[in-house]
DNA sequence: ATTAAATACTACAAATAGGTGGCATTTTAT
DNA sequence: ATAAAATGCCACCTATTTGTAGTATTTAAT
């Protein structure tokens, strides 16, 4: 519901890149491209290299290119590693004990509708999102 | 996913004080038994007075009472109104127009998962939380 | 060789969120 | 009347997140 603007930033750069694989994205490129802090997109980009999801060239026409195949890649796994481990496995109500030692009115209710979120979220990979902008550009030559 | 501190305290006091509506609260009580900072719980306190939820009494046996009946007060107006309005409005991925001048693969995925979420939100109010607290009390008095 | 274009690293600055403490005011009990 | 127990208000502090800038290093083109 609420990603730290970090993830968000992160969700937009894999998602971007994942439109053209074969691509080399330099970091002056990205920031015409997704307008995000130029010196943050930066710390971001080699923050996404450690993390292992794409790796840098170094020197000229050097750059970010994905480490994996980006089948790999679902947004459930990004937004854990940006936001740390488990930022999706606590209590919705921010409870570390529940407040009256059994489950809560939300328990089953909001249990399920994050499982299916999550659900979600691990199932579509960039590869999913790739995809799905190629049919929408070719529907869009189709229409001229 | 990831509610503010802050609104994850305001959950835990409202919710606690759902459980018994007849009873005046003070900051004091409600420090020993949510443990969350006392100044602050002072601040939000009246903070969630002046957003309608609660009001105050002044003077020695003052405290917090709710000011209109839980069967009004939902979750999801609670975290619509700690995290300020259309928190759980805007896109997954952060984006303000989406990247591809399309919606992504994400959108109608995404947009169903959110909206059945914000409808449990939004169904679910403190009263349904105190009729399941009573019935959990109830069960737990058979048992002995 | 030199220069240009790229990333790596790092120390710092700014903004936001979370938290504290004190003093004023109100009400009730004695 | 006075003291105690409560909230209201406010200025400040601290921690975290977000953002900046400069220097060092690597590579490719010339
Ligand atoms: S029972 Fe309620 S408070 Fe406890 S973990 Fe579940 S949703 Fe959170
Ligand atoms: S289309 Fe994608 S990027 Fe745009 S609002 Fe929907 S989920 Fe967000």
Redesign the interface.
């Known amino acids: 519901?609420?990603?730290?603007?970090t993830?968000?930033?992160a969700?937009?750069i894999l998602?971007?890149m994942a439109?053209r694989t074969d691509e080399v994205y330099s970091a002056e490129y990205l920031f015409n491209e997704l307008k995000i802090p130029r010196s943050y997109l930066r710390r971001l980009l080699t923050g996404l290299s450690k993390f292992g999801f794409i790796k840098s060239s170094l020197g000229r026409k050097g750059g970010f290119v994905f480490a994996k195949d980006i089948k790999e890649i679902s947004?459930y796994q990004i937004i854990n590693t940006m936001?740390g481990a488990d930022?999706?496995n606590t209590c919705?109500?921010?409870?570390s004990c529940c407040?009256?030692d059994?489950p809560?009115?939300?328990h089953d209710?909001?249990m399920e509708?994050?499982s299916?979120?999550i659900n979600?979220l691990s199932n579509?990979t960039l590869a999913?999102?790739k995809?799905?902008?190629q049919q929408?550009l070719l529907k869009n030559l189709r229409s001229i």
């Open positions: 519901m609420i990603l730290s603007k993830t968000e930033y969700l937009s998602s971007y439109t947004f936001e930022a999706m919705l109500l921010g409870f407040i009256v059994h809560c009115v939300m209710i909001w509708a994050r299916k979120m979600t579509t999913d999102l995809e799905k902008y929408d």
